[in-house]
């Protein structure tokens, strides 16, 4: 951008036709059960073309692909048009969407995908809905690319890793014969191959547009400062108070050290909705997604993604420190619907995702100390918006003169605060239409417990007991149907105490 004293009006005018975005993914990983039940459509395919999507809406890359078998449901011809979030439109406009599956003519593919809300066909969960087939050997494997996504760790427990790759003749059976209804053991897995040596550890990284050169915020070098602002209802579960103070320490980390510039500060509500799609001025977190940023609704029985966040950014280059960069000029952080079930009684992991998220507006992107706040798996362990010294180093060197040097050896992380045994669920079917629901371990304090049931996503309350005693009979269900369930401890005053272990039961036949 040449011009700088232009009206507002004309400054976003120019801003929509000179501008990119960058953003990064957050995630809770997904079974392939639940992925391929989730999907209207699974499919392998050979990538045909590719092309920039339409000049409206958010920027998004259409591809061509030519249908080699269909797995599951049915598709209208032997090539269709798959459209990913990201790219650049013909007016100029462009989005990264970090985690989006990018593909080249004549790459094979199996693809869980779904109906988006203009009609056409879309990846299911972005990422983590897209397989490419590459050779090992003798055998063809489905790997998916999760290097740019930032994983959640659940709330109940540490997830297994999984026990190898996928070999693709044997996933794509397992799924043909899942979506007939015979539901068999996974015995597609096969050993992984042995990793090349890692490279040792240097330092964090940095976020690069579509065109190699990393992204900054200029407007810290002169004394400025980046004012973000807030959906007024704040995150569902949490409420706006904590929600506003979770962003208020998450901003404070990145600004509070002295060896950098940034200057990020809390400057109140807004009710701006430009999100992903359009630079509208506003740096903005949203939740519950209303422009639609993210493919799908997030269930954390099932897995799905959490939020989508970055700045959009100026084309043009300058020059820091003899690097040069893309000038940020706005931030997002754009929070999908049903992430109420994982933030609710989670501030901390609010709090955490907001600082990542922060960091990648930022320009940073994922580091390999396994203390830092931009690693590429999420602490969740009561941290928060903590930064470790490789996140304090990224800072001082991209917007300070470099003089922040670690400690040698780095100090100890301290311990978490000793956890309660958590409220445990456990259900048993008693009939075509009832639930045998008991449970444990009740915070102190409880005086009643509601019993929600999990629908389209979102759990519902159906009845509200005493915790005395530990045990209860629920009806009103339907025969061989499944039912997840989870418990919310309530004290005297009718605050939540704490939420139980998700059980799923199938009422009898």
Same mark, same amino acid.
Request: proline residues 8%.
């Given at each position: 951008m040449t011009a700088t004293r232009l009206a507002s009006f004309a400054w976003i005018f120019f801003l929509l036709l000179g501008a990119s975005a960058a953003s990064a993914t957050t995630y809770l990983?997904?079974?392939?059960?639940?992925?391929?039940?989730?999907?209207? =459509?699974?499919?392998?395919v050979k990538i045909v073309s590719v092309e920039p999507g339409p000049v409206s809406g958010m920027p998004s890359t259409d591809y061509l692909v030519e249908v080699e078998e269909v797995m599951k449901g049915d598709l209208p011809g032997s090539t269709v048009v798959v459209r990913v979030p990201g790219g650049v439109r013909a007016d100029g406009l462009g989005l990264k969407i970090w985690g989006a599956p990018e593909f080249q003519p004549g790459d094979q593919a199996l693809l869980f995908l779904e109906h988006g809300p203009?009609?056409?066909?879309?990846?299911?969960?972005? @990422?983590?809905?897209?397989?490419? #087939? &590459?050779?090992?050997?003798?055998? =063809?494997?489905?790997?998916?690319?999760? !290097?740019?996504?930032?994983?959640?760790? /659940?709330?109940?427990?540490? %997830?297994?890793?999984?026990?190898?790759?996928?070999? *693709?003749?044997?996933?794509?059976?397992?799924?043909?014969?899942?979506?007939?209804?015979?539901?068999?053991a996974a015995d597609y897995w096969r050993a992984a191959p042995a990793e090349a040596p890692s490279k040792p550890y240097e330092k964090y990284t940095e976020i690069n547009a579509t065109d190699g050169v990393p992204i900054r915020w200029?407007?810290?070098?002169?004394?400025? !400062?980046?004012?973000?602002? @807030?959906?007024?209802? +704040? &995150?569902?579960g949490l409420g706006p108070e904590q929600s506003v103070a979770r962003l208020q320490a998450a901003l404070a980390a990145w600004s509070n050290d002295p060896t950098s510039t940034i200057r990020y500060n809390y400057s109140g509500s807004t009710t701006a909705k430009g999100g992903l799609h359009t630079p509208d001025g506003v740096n903005a977190v949203i939740f519950n997604d209303p422009g639609n940023d993210i493919p799908g609704t997030l269930q954390c029985g099932t897995g799905? *993604?959490? +939020?989508?966040?970055?700045?959009?950014?100026?084309?043009?280059?300058?020059?820091?420190?003899?690097?040069?960069?893309?000038?940020?000029?706005?931030?997002?952080?754009?929070?999908?619907?049903?992430?109420?079930?994982?933030? #609710?009684?989670?501030?901390?992991?609010?709090? %955490? =995702?907001?600082?990542? %998220?922060? +960091?990648?507006?930022?320009?940073?992107?994922?580091?390999?100390?396994? &203390?830092?706040? @931009?690693?590429?798996?999420?602490?969740?362990?009561?941290?928060?918006?903590?930064? !470790?010294?490789?996140? /304090?180093?990224?800072?001082? =060197?991209?917007?300070?003169?470099?003089?922040?040097?670690?400690?040698?050896?780095?100090?100890?992380?301290?311990?978490p605060p000793p956890a309660s045994a958590p409220l445990k669920l456990t259900a048993t079917p008693a009939s075509r239409t009832q639930i045998q629901i008991r449970w444990a371990n009740m915070p102190e304090e409880t005086m009643a417990l509601r019993i929600e049931c999990q629908q389209k996503g979102t759990f519902m309350p159906l009845g509200t007991v005493s915790p005395e005693p530990t045990g209860t009979l629920v009806g009103g269900f339907k025969a061989n149907t499944t039912y997840s369930l989870r418990l919310t401890a309530i004290d005297s005053a009718g605050k939540t105490m704490g939420l139980s272990n998700v059980v799923k039961v199938r009422t009898r036949k």
């Amino acid at each position: 951008m040449t011009a700088t004293r232009l009206a507002s009006f004309a400054w976003i005018f120019f801003l929509l036709l000179g501008a990119s975005a960058a953003s990064a993914t957050t995630y809770l990983s997904i079974s392939d059960g639940d992925l391929s039940d989730q999907a209207a =459509v699974v499919s392998r395919v050979k990538i045909v073309s590719v092309e920039p999507g339409p000049v409206s809406g958010m920027p998004s890359t259409d591809y061509l692909v030519e249908v080699e078998e269909v797995m599951k449901g049915d598709l209208p011809g032997s090539t269709v048009v798959v459209r990913v979030p990201g790219g650049v439109r013909a007016d100029g406009l462009g989005l990264k969407i970090w985690g989006a599956p990018e593909f080249q003519p004549g790459d094979q593919a199996l693809l869980f995908l779904e109906h988006g809300p203009d009609g056409n066909l879309r990846i299911l969960h972005l @990422m983590l809905g897209a397989f490419h #087939a &590459q050779r090992s050997g003798k055998a =063809v494997m489905a790997v998916r690319d999760l !290097s740019e996504a930032h994983r959640l760790q /659940r709330t109940e427990g540490t %997830e297994p890793e999984e026990p190898g790759v996928r070999d *693709l003749e044997r996933f794509t059976a397992w799924i043909a014969d899942r979506a007939a209804g015979l539901r068999r053991a996974a015995d597609y897995w096969r050993a992984a191959p042995a990793e090349a040596p890692s490279k040792p550890y240097e330092k964090y990284t940095e976020i690069n547009a579509t065109d190699g050169v990393p992204i900054r915020w200029f407007k810290f070098d002169s004394g400025g !400062s980046a004012s973000w602002r @807030m959906d007024p209802g +704040g &995150q569902p579960g949490l409420g706006p108070e904590q929600s506003v103070a979770r962003l208020q320490a998450a901003l404070a980390a990145w600004s509070n050290d002295p060896t950098s510039t940034i200057r990020y500060n809390y400057s109140g509500s807004t009710t701006a909705k430009g999100g992903l799609h359009t630079p509208d001025g506003v740096n903005a977190v949203i939740f519950n997604d209303p422009g639609n940023d993210i493919p799908g609704t997030l269930q954390c029985g099932t897995g799905g *993604l959490l +939020g989508l966040g970055g700045p959009f950014y100026y084309t043009d280059t300058r020059s820091y420190r003899g690097k040069s960069y893309h000038e940020a000029v706005e931030g997002n952080v754009v929070i999908n619907d049903g992430a109420e079930c994982y933030f #609710a009684n989670n501030p901390s992991g609010l709090e %955490e =995702v907001f600082a990542h %998220e922060l +960091g990648h507006s930022l320009g940073f992107g994922h580091s390999l100390d396994d &203390q830092a706040v @931009m690693r590429a798996t999420a602490h969740n362990d009561g941290r928060g918006a903590r930064l !470790s010294d490789d996140d /304090r180093l990224a800072a001082s =060197v991209v917007y300070g003169d470099g003089s922040f040097r670690p400690a040698t050896p780095p100090p100890p992380p301290p311990p978490p605060p000793p956890a309660s045994a958590p409220l445990k669920l456990t259900a048993t079917p008693a009939s075509r239409t009832q639930i045998q629901i008991r449970w444990a371990n009740m915070p102190e304090e409880t005086m009643a417990l509601r019993i929600e049931c999990q629908q389209k996503g979102t759990f519902m309350p159906l009845g509200t007991v005493s915790p005395e005693p530990t045990g209860t009979l629920v009806g009103g269900f339907k025969a061989n149907t499944t039912y997840s369930l989870r418990l919310t401890a309530i004290d005297s005053a009718g605050k939540t105490m704490g939420l139980s272990n998700v059980v799923k039961v199938r009422t009898r036949k």
